[in-house]
Nanobody
Framework: QVQLVESGGGTVQAGGSLRLSCAAS????????MGWFHQPPGKEREFVAG????????YYADSVKGRFTIFRDNAKNTVYLQMNSLKPEDTAVYYC??????????????????WGQGTQVTVSS
């Protein structure tokens, strides 16, 4: 079992960058597939990015390809989301999530076992 804590959110102007962190305060993420989701105001939670524990494969929503990068540091028990060229439509609460190893369906929120509390990202125009 893992407990996840996100940090790094804030307010930034369009075109700027933020790096979100998701640390495991309990347990280890080493054998977990990790994902980032966001929930824009008034919308459902949406997949943003995912990374496999076994081969390091990365998955991205079309809307963030080329702008966002997910990466993990197992030694620090942390997964990151580097967000560049931010747009106002990226404004949302961002959540990290974990699912134990095995077949990894990165985009399906229902498949994840553990979630963080979320961190707010606001991009002003």
């Amino acid at each position: 079992q893992v407990q996840l804590v996100e940090s790094g959110g804030g307010t930034v102007q369009a075109g700027g960058s933020l790096r979100l962190s998701c640390a495991a305060s309990r347990g280890t993420i080493r054998r977990y597939n990790m994902g980032w989701f966001h929930q824009p105001p008034g919308k459902e939670r949406e997949f943003v990015a995912g990374i496999s524990w076994s081969d390091g494969n990365r998955y991205y929503a079309d809307s963030v390809k080329g702008r966002f990068t997910i990466f993990r540091d197992n030694a620090k028990n942390t997964v990151y989301l580097q967000m560049n060229s931010l747009k106002p439509e990226d404004t949302a609460v961002y959540y990290c999530a974990a699912v134990s190893g095995g077949y990894y369906d990165a985009r399906e929120a229902d498949k994840y076992d553990y979630w963080g509390q979320g961190t707010q990202v606001t991009v002003s125009s």
